[in-house]
């Protein structure tokens, strides 16, 4: 395995030039992707490629890449506020004969047309519906990252450029993620000084197998920051600790603890502003039940579409490109107590005690992709209280009537007090 990253290039009469570098991060090494347009039998391409790189042992070949490109005029329709046109192929009947375009081979392919398809705007970035935390001038210094220092390996590369090479409306982001978006994992809440609190489906190796062995090899927490480009601190995890009777598909105890090896490279752990535990909600004897809690919140620096999959288009009304959330967002939620929830026809056999739901009625505000692990907080007014779930699943994101489920923490806090000590929890 070998850590990877992106650095952006302008093609300008055949010269490239580097336009943004990477910030952070910058102990990795970095793959440099470039790109240049072509015509051939009338059809725009685009393409992309890699010079091959070394690193360590490992080397990583010349790759290339090429895509279709759409239309340069916008798409004809008018959409609605809550849609928007994106270009899309669609095959027209004639085959083009085989072609090598610059070594690259391209299979006989129908010829194709351009339609122009309505799609649902993608909400803003972060948490779905959600705002920056930063504008609303809070404090999170219980909210934690959990990131791979290798994140984006060869196998993602070559996934990448095939879909890519597919006609993926999202062939510009993958070409032009930041190196944050490549190595950012999931979320995760301090709980106790040298306690991070994720969701166990998070604690998984490239293959998407539970491997705490690959996370604490390859995987790092980062605390301290609301930005994952600058601040805060980053820690190595030290141990690991599975729930025993994790169950992916059925959403049960999905709950992990990851304990932080002292390594802080910038700040204190101590730093009370800037790094400090939440505290679980029903460790005060006064705390409200899960359910009962009147507003609360997730965080996360998750997908920024309420599609929130590989295929929801990277792209704003005028076709540009957006990237994934680099400062943490939030967004309120409704609780939706179990009974409720229990009775949505996504959510069969999934609604026990060790879980919680929030949503949003009309949808437009949920966590999703890239959430998973982070904290969903009760608050008391516009401050955040306690934590109440941990991220965890949902169908789809952000539909309307579709909660989010939550890992119910309170429902752990006699495995929690086991692992890390009764007298470690914040009070
Ligand atoms: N499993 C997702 C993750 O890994 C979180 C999904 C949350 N979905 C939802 N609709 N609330 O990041």
């Known amino acids: 395995m070998v850590a990877v990253g992106v650095r952006r290039y302008k093609i300008t009469d055949g010269m490239a030039e580097r336009i943004e570098a990477d910030g952070g991060l ?7 992707v470039t790109h240049r347009e072509l015509v051939r039998d009338g059809i725009r391409y685009r393409l992309y490629t890699s010079a091959p790189q070394v690193f360590g042992e490992e080397t990583i070949p ?4 090429i895509t279709l490109v759409p239309p340069q005029r916008r798409c004809p329709l008018s959409p609605r506020p809550d849609t928007m046109g994106i270009w899309q192929v669609s095959a027209a009947g004639r085959a083009l004969p085989d072609r090598t375009i610059n070594g690259m081979r391209l299979a006989r392919r129908t010829r194709l047309a351009w339609r122009c398809m ?54 510009e ?11 950012h994992h999931c979320g995760g809440v301090l709980i106790a000084p040298q306690w991070v609190l994720t969701a166990q489906h998070c604690i998984i190796n490239a293959d998407g197998a539970i491997d705490p062995d690959y996370v604490r090899r390859w995987q790092r927490i980062r605390l301290g920051t609301q930005d994952l480009v600058q601040g805060g601190a980053t820690y190595a995890i030290a141990k690991v600790v599975l729930h025993p009777d994790f ?13 932080i ?26 705390d409200p039940l899960p359910d009962d809690w009147v ?34 967002r939030m967004v309120r ?11 949505n026809r996504h959510y069969r056999g999934v609604v026990t005690d060790g879980v919680v739901c929030a949503g949003y009625g009309p949808g437009g505000r949920d966590s999703c992709q890239g959430d998973s692990g982070g904290p969903l907080v009760g608050m008391n007014g516009d401050d955040p209280e306690a934590l109440v779930g941990i991220v965890s699943g949902g169908y789809g994101c952000a539909l309307p009537n579709v909660p989010g489920i939550y890992t119910n923490v309170a429902h752990y806090l006699p495995w929690i007090r086991k692992v890390v000590g009764a007298g470690a929890l914040a009070p």
């Open 118 to 171: 309505l799609l649902r705007r993608p909400h803003s970035v972060g948490v779905v519906g959600g705002t920056r935390v930063r504008d609303l001038q809070q404090a999170t210094p219980w909210q934690a990252e959990f990131y791979s220092t290798a994140r984006y390996v060869r196998q993602d590369f070559v996934a990448d450029a095939a879909m890519v090479r597919a006609g993926s409306p999202n062939a």
């Open 333 to 343: 939620l409704d609780p939706v107590p179990r009974a409720v929830c229990a009775r």
């Open 247 to 259: 169950n992916e598909r059925r959403f049960r105890n999905d709950i992990a603890l990851l304990r």
């Open 295 to 328: 507003i609360m919140a997730v965080y996360g620096w998750g997908t920024m579409t309420a599609h929130g999959d590989d295929t929801a288009p990277h792209l704003d009304d005028k076709g540009h490109l957006l990237h994934e959330a680099r400062e943490l």
């Open 261 to 286: 090896a002292a390594d802080a490279e910038t700040v204190p752990m101590d730093d009370p502003k800037r790094i400090a535990p939440l505290r679980i909600s029903g460790v005060r004897a006064d």
């Open 26 to 32: 910058t102990d990795l090494p970095q793959v440099t």
């Open 173 to 183: 982001y993958l070409n032009q993620r930041h190196a944050y978006e490549f190595h």
């Open 62 to 65: 010349a790759l290339a890449s």
